[in-house]
């Protein structure tokens, strides 16, 4: 994905270059200049003139792939949690969500799921019981509500 959007970029470079060149040979048709009088001599050893941007026009930057949203993953965790009366962690909560809606599961990351447990820690939803280790998952308990 990176290499095609780096291709996309030389090309557009390349032709903002054309459209550059194009300016200067009607500047010097216009000026009456000869085409050939400014270009240097390549066995002299002088490099040719590089085009540069201009800082003042926004230039195009390669698009950068990067995951996509899923949307209605609080609303299904909330769900799941609800009915829930004992300790969870992650992975039972991605296990119940597996059972209740395959396509939405296959879409959510690991890291997704985490950040959804933390807003919901925020909210006041659930509570931690045991932090996580390095070898155990956080475990929490979801907050009853009085009737």
């Known amino acids: 994905m990176i290499k095609s959007n780096l291709q996309a970029y030389r090309r557009q470079l390349e032709e903002q270059l054309t459209l550059v060149d194009e300016l200067l040979r009607n500047f010097d048709r216009i000026a ?3 085409s050939d009088l400014f270009e240097p001599d390549i ?13 003042f026009q926004p230039q195009a930057v390669p698009n950068v792939r990067k995951q996509t949203r899923v949307r209605g993953v609080l ?3 909330k769900e799941i949690i609800e009915e829930l009366a004992e300790p969870f962690d992650k992975n039972d909560l991605m296990a119940r969500l597996k059972d209740r809606d395959p396509d939405l599961a296959a879409n959510i990351s690991t890291a997704n799921l985490r950040n959804t ?3 919901l820690t925020r909210q006041g939803v659930i509570r931690v019981q045991t932090e996580a280790t390095s070898t155990k998952c956080a475990r929490y308990i979801a907050k009853r509500t009085a009737a």
């Open 117 to 119: 447990l933390r807003i």
């Open 32 to 34: 009456g200049v000869p």
């Open 75 to 77: 609303a299904a965790v």
């Open 43 to 55: 066995g002299a050893g002088v490099s040719p003139l590089r085009s540069v941007p201009n800082p």
